[in-house]
């Protein structure tokens, strides 16, 4: 992932110089240098897509990449109760994250594990996490192989070229269930002839050809859904896009549980604090939260902090 990150090094210096340039001010407090250096460890470390637009956390796979951990590691405690939660709860978790996630993403994400359920029904953490990582990171590839399905089941010429746009979304082109071509699929060997030369081509991320191989393999025939299916319960891809621990330690993060035992040690009040509220119901509402404002600068507090005057009576009367 930090190779990836290394390609793309003119994605994030361009950024980092709009962060400058709109927080020059907050900037100049602690040096241009320290700037630099804290927004490209952010960067290693992965923290840099937090609360930043849908833009920016899906410009590269490195970002992408990261988003989906920072996804698991907040929300892994969902996964750990045993909740079960509708697309539009996990809508919220992501917005959560990224203000102006976009619903449709999260909605191709659910029909994955829904299949013809309706995407109103309950989900594992797990099963939607493995399904939306596919689903996000491989997005674009997958809307082309979605327009390369609709075209076998059609009978299309096979060298048609597939240009999909962004109303190719699988689920509006998904045939009427009463098709008997949606119960059959298609062929898998031409199916892999067709995704073979797209990945030859493709641009954006793809599964590593040698697995989706090994996938269609195994069956005759198959479904498109049947397909993102197998790809999102795949190990071999798990691995390969390094973002997701396997299945069986989803719900342990070391790093992270010594971090909150840190935490707990160190602020006097909060493991009451943590007790009450877990107390209270801690889902997301069935209503979209209303999209907040992007990412502002880390360092904004300490402009903050500078020009207190040491009184918090005032901040506390007009919170409350």
């Known amino acids: 992932m930090l190779w990836d990150a290394q390609r793309h090094v003119l994605t994030y210096m361009e950024d980092a110089v709009c962060q400058l340039l709109e927080n020059k001010e907050d900037i100049g407090q602690y040096g241009i240098a320290r700037f630099f250096t804290e927004y490209f460890n952010s960067v290693c470390q992965g923290t840099h897509i937090l609360f930043r637009e849908f833009s920016f956390i899906q410009a590269t796979p490195h970002n992408r990449a990261s988003f989906l951990r920072a996804f698991w590691r907040c929300?892994?405690?969902?996964?750990?109760?045993?909740?079960?939660?509708?697309?539009?709860?996990?809508?919220?978790?992501?917005?959560?994250?990224?203000?102006?996630?976009?619903l449709e993403l999260t909605q191709k994400a659910a029909r994955i594990v829904l299949m013809d359920d309706a995407m109103d029904c309950l989900m594992s953490f797990s099963d939607f996490l493995f399904a939306f990582q596919i689903q996000f990171y491989y997005s674009e590839f997958l809307d082309?192989?979605?327009?390369?399905?609709?075209?076998?089941?059609s009978g299309?010429?096979?060298?048609?070229?597939?240009?999909?746009?962004?109303?190719?979304?699988?689920?509006?082109q998904r045939p009427a269930l009463g098709d008997a071509g949606v119960l059959d699929g298609v062929e898998a060997a031409l199916f892999y002839q067709r995704l073979e030369n797209l990945c030859d081509r493709h641009k954006y991320s793809c599964p590593p050809p040698a697995l989706v191989r090994e996938i269609?393999?195994?069956?005759?025939?198959?479904?498109?859904?049947g397909f993102l299916v197998a790809l999102s319960k795949h190990h071999g891809i798990n691995q390969a896009l390094g973002a997701l621990p396997d299945k069986g330690d989803l719900m342990h993060d070391p790093a992270m549980d010594e971090e909150l035992e840190r935490l707990l040690v160190q602020v006097p009040g909060l493991v009451n604090s943590i007790i009450a509220t877990s107390e209270a119901s801690c889902l997301p509402s069935r209503t979209p939260p209303r999209v907040g404002s992007p990412w502002k600068p880390l360092h904004r507090s300490r402009k903050l902090d500078a020009e207190s005057d040491g009184s918090t009576e005032e901040t506390d009367e007009s919170e409350t």
């Open 75 to 102: 929300f892994r405690t969902v996964g750990k109760n045993g909740d079960l939660l509708t697309m539009r709860e996990y809508h919220c978790l992501l917005q959560l994250l990224c203000p102006d996630f976009p």
């Open 144 to 153: 082309s192989v979605a327009a390369i399905y609709q075209d076998l089941l």
């Open 216 to 225: 269609l393999s195994n069956v005759q025939r198959l479904t498109f859904y």
């Open 156 to 172: 299309k010429n096979p060298n048609t070229v597939i240009v999909p746009t962004s109303s190719s979304g699988q689920h509006r």
